[in-house]
Structure formats: structure tokens, C-alpha cells
């Protein structure tokens, strides 16, 4: 069967903590290390298809369809510059298009190709144990802006950035995080606080987890697996990010929820992750004369209060993001059917936002109504499969440990993304949203071999409705 190496989807995971840098541009858009190992996957595969002549499984299910339906809403979306586009927005849509069908067809390469039952356990424990070093060093950046060390800014090479106007505000393209008192927000290899902190929510989910599902860790020795976990609380907080702090409520509320666990259970996990945010807080008040946890409350206060005169913190990015919310809504009221055209809303003459801080708002905007159907019906076909895969009877039947941790965790990966999809960021044209996409797929189709490797009747599981 044709198959993708396990090497080529660790060196996917790990190159994506470089996307600050280009290798090359292509008409603007900044080819990162991330986009030429999803293109080294999909030339290894259809040379395997072509040249090895290995036998491979077309897949004809409820996925595939919406992927194929994906790309026909991101094509037709292309009319609504009949009514008002120019040759620039024709340009810019044909760019958009392109990159986005790229994102669908390496998805649809996994619904294709099979990967090692242990491949995304294995690609999860390097993630972790560079997750170590990517928030120690967002730890350094913290004093060495403080005190003008070196590297305490990271230069940004990649041109795309310099769309999103980040070369405005500073003058040059390098990291956003904005000062508060004598606190810089860290942000370490990423581009801004906030997307640090999310990548360590996603951390936090491949540790707590298996912890608390009694599965096999991703990291055995147990002091390496505090130390890290350490060190993902800390990456937690030292970005100053709400985006962070509600998706770590939202994590525990999904754990409650699915898990069925009491809140009592909660109480030693607690204990611990308030200790190292206490330690942490003191000596970094120490040093600084700033306490992380009061800006935290001051800055929630500042949003959720109504009393007069109570203005969020000086560069709270909430009211923008709802901002890019609205103006997404008034394109929509324009095109409503197929959108303005994939790309475009920084070029529509009534927008006022460069683009919307939210996949579901930008698909909206420029894709129309078929578009956000298509998107949501992913969403929600996706997180089916994740559920699917943490039942009971299929959990018990599954004879690899490795294999069953990746099936508990996927499921939360896939919550977290939904909610930075939805309400966080536009992610839907980077490889930021497919890359889990293709996790679930990958672990559903090892699931899948393993229960028929064991001899169960899959008939009896109905796999109709789950058919990828």
C-alpha cells in the first residue's frame, strides 16, 4: 500500500515553529519549510502511485466529498468579483485559490496513503520535547527585551506577514508583543503572544490527557514529563493572552463534559498548575516590578466591566478582532450567495479591516453561504470521527497502547481548533488547520486497520455514517 514516512510528518510538525521564515517567494506569498514538506508528501505519494505502481484505496465517503465540495466553493466563490473586482482582485483570488487547493489536496493525499499506526504518537513526543526549548527560550525573550539582550527579537523573512500589516505598525516585519509596564509579552519562534500561547494549549492537551486517561504518556520518564509540563504552564502565561486563558477554560469544560470526570479529580492538577503560576508569578514580579496574574485581572476587568471610565488595557486586541467580526458580516451582506472572492476582503472598497480574525467570518465574507455550509459541515464531520474513535467498545478493542493515546487526544485537538477557527484567527488557508485535519484522518485509518487486523466485524459498528 502506498504509504507516507513517518520522518517527512515529524519534519512537518517541526518546521511549522519556523513560519516566521521564507525560503523563497512566489508572487508575494512566502514559501516556508512547512510548504515544501507537504509538497515532499504529496510527490512521494504520487510517485509511489505512478512510477512504484503501489496499490492505494480511493476513498468515496462523507470527507472526501466535503474536501471536493471545499474546493468547488472556494472556485465559484471567484463570481462575486464579477460585480466589482479589477484585474489586482482577479490576481489576488487566482493566488488564493491556488494555495488553498494545495491545503485540500495534501489533506486528500492522507485519505489516500496510510501512515504507521505510531506515527503521530511518535511525531506528539518530539513536539513535546521541543516544546521544552520553544518556551524556554519565550522565557529569555522576556529579559532580554527587558534588558536589550540579543535575539530578543526575531527578524521576520517571511513576506505574507507584511500583509497583515505588521510592517506598518513597526516599521519593519518583526514579532508583535506589546509592553505593559516591564513586561513584554513573550512570544518565543512565533509572530505574536497569542499564537505561543495556543500552540501550548495544544502542549497542555498531549500531557493532561493521557494522564488523566491512564493511556501511555507520550513521554515515559516522568520528571522529563513534569519539566515539560512546567514549562508549557509558564509558556501559558507569559504570553498575557485571553485567547489563551479562555481556551484552557474551554479545554477543562470539554474535559468535564466528555470525560465525565468529577471536578474533584481536578483538585491535584490544580494545586500543581496554580503552584508554578504562584512560583513563576514571584519571581518574575521579582525581577520585573510587574505581576502577570494583575494584568491578567485587569485586563478581563477591563473587558468585562461596565462601570464608567473602565477602559480595557491599552492595546486590547478584543475589540478589533469583534471589529473584523462586523466588517466580515457587511461584505457578506453583499455577495451573500457565493461571496466577495476567496482573498479579497482587504481589497473590497467597503472594507475597513485588512481581514477577519476568524476562519468561519472570512469564508463568510468572501465565500458566501455555501462556502460557511461547506466549512462547518468539515468542522463538524471531523469531530464526529474524534468521537467515534473514543468509544468504549472501539477503545477496548484496539490493541496498540501508542495508538490509543493518539485516539483520546484528537478529540481536543480538534475542539481547540474549532474554537481558534471560529472565534481566534483565520486559519483556514494555512497548513495550521489541515495539519490536525490529517491527524484524525491518519489515526481513523490506523483505528480502522486495527480492529480489522483483530478480526471485528465492522459491520457491526455502522460505519456508514463515518465512511472518510
Sequence with gaps: MVKIPQFLIIALWLTYLTSLFQVFSIARYGVTLTDLIMGAIIIWVIFQIIIQKKPFKFQKGMLANLLYLSAFASLISGIGLIFWGGSIEINQFAKSFIHYLFLI??????????????????????????????????IYQIFARLYDLPYAWIKITNVSFEQRGMKEVQGETQQ??????????????????????????????????????????????????????????????????????????????????????????????????ITVVVIFDIYFQNMTHTSIIQLFYERVSGLLSTKAGMDPLW????????????????????????????????????????????????????????????????????AKIGLFMRKKEIISIVTNEKLKTVQFVVIYVWIMLIYDACFLAGIHGTPYFWMPMVMVIATYRSVLKNLDQNNLDLDKLNLSNYKV
Design 105 to 138: 489536496f495534501f489533506t486528500f493525499i492522507f485519505l489516500i496513503a496510510e501512515t504507521d499506526n505510531e506515527a503521530f504518537y511518535n511525531t506528539i513526543k518530539v513536539v513535546l520535547i521541543v516544546a521544552f526549548f520553544v518556551n524556554i527560550f519565550g
Design 176 to 273: 508583535l508583543a506589546l509592553q505593559f509596564g516591564n513586561f513584554y509579552r513573550a512570544t518565543s519562534i512565533f509572530p505574536e503572544p497569542s499564537a505561543l500561547a495556543y500552540y501550548n494549549i495544544f502542549n497542555l492537551i498531549y500531557i493532561v490527557v493521557p494522564f488523566l486517561k491512564g493511556s501511555k504518556p507520550f513521554i515515559k520518564n516522568q520528571i522529563l514529563n513534569l519539566i515539560v509540563f512546567i514549562s508549557v504552564v509558564i509558556g501559558l502565561l507569559a504570553p498575557f493572552s485571553l485567547s489563551g486563558l479562555s481556551a484552557i477554560i474551554l479545554f477543562l469544560v470539554s474535559l468535564i463534559f466528555l470525560e465525565k470526570i468529577k471536578v474533584s479529580k481536578f483538585i491535584i492538577p490544580l494545586v500543581l498548575l
Design 315 to 382: 492595546g486590547e486586541s478584543t475589540p478589533g478582532r469583534l471589529k473584523s467580526f462586523k466588517n466580515a458580516f457587511e461584505l457578506f451582506l453583499t455577495s451573500p450567495i457565493v461571496g466577495i472572492g476567496m482573498g479579497n476582503t482587504y481589497y473590497h472598497p467597503l472594507s475597513q479591516m485588512r481581514f477577519a480574525d476568524s476562519s468561519a467570518f472570512a469564508i463568510l465574507a468572501e465565500m458566501g453561504i455555501f462556502g460557511i455550509a461547506v466549512f462547518l459541515a468539515l468542522l463538524f464531520f471531523v
